[in-house]
């Protein structure tokens, strides 16, 4: 007889930490131009808003791809996919090291977008094929941990690069580049020998392991709609369309803040080392928000309200931040501020897999996260904009606080959308 909990646990050690050892890399070499930034501006005689300018054209190729990818990835296996995502985007990397003016990277941040695009939705479309409903806001939680760890372990790693300018030639901001390229390229390698595509094809699983999952899966997915295996379709589903609507503001706050955080604590007086040590301290409080709240909002029935209270505490802690005079005082919100925007995404991720399957999950998820990672392409011009207009550093966290707050009321809306769906979905939890 199967046991379900140690069941579980297996394929959560299998799993688990290597796709967050992924996304740990992924995220790092997605951040590390925000701490880059504070040489190469200079490097290349770039303003502030054209620097963001070109840091945020990641997103605009990251979100022509991101369906495609992830349609991809559903034909050809997460094994093959991956490791091509990951070996390429690792390549540009290292590519960026060698920028020579602002065209060029201009050209390697879209292309990076390129590359990337289809790895984040791909992991949450994976844990649908290999997680039962009921545990996959706590694995998208785990997961988004090492996002948390990647700017925890990102922020000092970037300082102290940023000082080894000159060492052999390169500037800081291209060891930056450097140390966080190869790694991936190593990474994506480990991954054709490491992944399994799904349970079906897993040697860790015994046939009555597979047997068991293939069922408590197929039996969560017969109440949804048929056509949610096409994946052509489920773009134009109206959850998915609103879903993506309502996904803007989390990502435009997250790399709003993330990407700016450095050079607010930068505008404290400290030194590079300095400001990469202080910035692990948001991000450990992030760690630890994203770890209670999916897991309590995977014993809840109302998942809403823990994507909700979470954007709403970080709104309003954005706004006191740009209220407050004294860096500590300031430090402190931006940390609550943190939690508050990431703490309800993997709760948020736990959603869409209640009302799509298949290929139509893969499209899905690539459609919302697509989209919504646009908001990543806005702050990275607006903020720095904000910035140029105003002459203040804290100033853009008004913009943030109004973005995130409305993210959250969509929320409110998108979960009465789902709430209408119960009588004929039954499956289907709010």
């Not at 791909?122 to 649908?128: F, K, R």
């Not at 009321?409 to 499956?427: D, E, H």
Request: net charge neutral.
């Amino acid at each position: 007889m199967v046991s379900e909990k140690a069941l579980i646990s297996k394929i959560t050690w299998r799993l688990m930490p290597f796709l967050g050892l992924l996304y740990l890399i992924a995220y790092i070499d997605r951040q590390n131009v925000s701490f880059a930034k504070l040489q190469m501006v200079g490097d290349l005689g770039l303003s502030e808003y054209a620097y963001g300018l070109g840091a945020s054209l990641f997103f605009i190729g990251y979100f022509i791809f991101e369906v495609p990818s992830n349609l991809l990835l559903n034909r050809f296996g997460a094994r093959l996919w991956f490791a091509r995502i990951i070996i390429s985007w690792g390549l540009v990397t290292i590519a960026l090291a060698y920028t020579s003016s602002p065209t060029m990277f201009y050209i390697l941040r879209f292309l990076l977008g390129v590359c990337e695009a289809g790895f984040f939705p791909g992991v949450l479309y994976l844990l649908t094929l290999w997680f039962p409903r009921d545990y996959r806001g706590r694995m998208v939680g785990l997961f988004m941990i090492f996002s948390a760890l990647a700017n925890a372990i990102g922020a000092p790693l970037g300082g102290m690069l940023l000082d080894l300018d000159g060492l052999w030639g390169y500037a800081g901001w291209e060891w930056v580049f450097l140390a966080t390229g190869i790694p991936a390229v190593i990474a994506g390698i480990v991954t054709i020998f490491y992944l399994d595509d799904k349970p079906e094809t897993a040697a860790f699983l015994s046939q009555d392991e597979k047997d068991w999952l293939h069922k408590r899966i197929a039996s969560e997915n017969s109440g949804m709609d048929e056509h949610a295996e096409d994946g052509f379709r489920a773009l134009i589903n109206p959850r998915v369309l609103f879903m993506s609507l309502c996904y803007v503001g989390f990502p435009l706050a997250a790399y709003g803040l993330s990407y700016w955080l450095p050079t607010i604590v930068k505008s404290f007086g400290v030194s590079n080392t300095a400001n990469g040590f202080i910035n692990i301290i948001p991000w450990l409080i992030v760690a630890v928000a994203l770890y209670l709240v999916p897991s309590a909002a995977d014993r809840s029935e109302k998942k809403i309200t823990y994507i909700v209270v979470p954007a709403f505490v970080g709104a309003l802690c954005l706004l006191m931040s740009a209220l407050m005079t004294a860096p500590v005082a300031q430090f402190a919100f931006l940390c609550i501020a943190a939690a508050g925007i990431f703490a309800g995404q993997p709760v948020f991720w736990s959603l869409p897999g209640r009302f799509l399957k298949g290929a139509g999950a893969a499209a899905g998820l690539a459609a919302i996260n697509s989209v919504g990672n646009l908001g990543g392409f806005v702050a990275q011009n607006v903020v720095p904009w904000i910035r140029d207009e105003t002459g203040s550093t804290i100033a853009p966290m008004f913009f943030l606080s109004a973005c995130l707050a409305i993210a959250g009321v969509l929320v409110i809306i998108a979960g009465r959308m789902i709430a209408r769906q119960i009588t004929s979905q039954p499956n289907l939890k709010a």
